[in-house]
């Protein structure tokens, strides 16, 4: 696990832009043997689809620049998802569809308005780590963390601002 608090300047202006122009849809999603509702808004960008933000060009080339090395590949793929209040959320997976259900891989996320925290336990249970993010932080998850651990963004009752993730992957990882 790496972060970085506040790695990208300017972030509400990216974070309005992105909600404007972003064809956000509502989300199904395997998740372990079964497809269900993920109660938020997302957007899938293939390697071949142009990014919707310059910005985001430079976020994956600076990544790229400093774990290409030690992921052997580059980040190719954007998965855009938008919490709208804190109804919205994402359950307890591991991010394990294609390779990295029996490989490891890295996940970088780029977060961006209301922080809200992302939960990270061992398989099935125990402790979690807490990591609040939003507003420019970035959270890389490596090594066998999609296999071995699960991550997921609770709802709350508190009232909170919208969040975009920007889920930066190598290809045939989801
Ligand atoms: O909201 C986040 O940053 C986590 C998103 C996530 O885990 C996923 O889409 O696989
Ligand atoms: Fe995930």
Redesign the pocket.
């Known amino acids: 696990m790496d972060t970085l608090p506040t790695w990208i300047a300017g972030s509400e202006d990216l974070f309005s832009h992105l909600v404007t122009t972003v064809p956000w849809r509502a989300e199904r999603r395997q998740m372990y043997d079964r497809v269900v509702d993920v109660p938020r808004l997302a957007c899938f960008y293939e390697r071949s689809d142009p990014l919707p933000h310059p910005l985001l060009n430079e976020v994956r080339g600076a990544l790229n620049d400093h774990y290409a090395s030690e992921l052997g590949e580059p980040f190719v793929t954007a ?1 855009m ?1 938008y919490y709208r209040d804190g109804a919205d959320s ?1 359950a307890w ?1 591991g ?1 394990r569809i294609g390779r990295s259900k029996t490989e490891d891989t890295m996940v970088a ?1 780029l ?1 961006l308005g209301e922080a809200r925290p ?1 939960l990270l336990r061992p398989n099935g249970g125990g402790r979690s780590l807490r990591f609040p ?1 939003g507003h420019g932080d970035l959270l890389v998850m490596g090594g066998s963390c999609q296999r071995t651990w699960e ?1 997921c ?1 609770p709802k709350t009752a508190r009232p909170v601002g919208p969040r975009i ?1 920007i ?1 930066f992957r190598p290809r045939d990882v989801r």
């Open positions: 998965g998802c994402v997976h991010d996320i977060s992302l993010i991550h963004v993730s889920q």
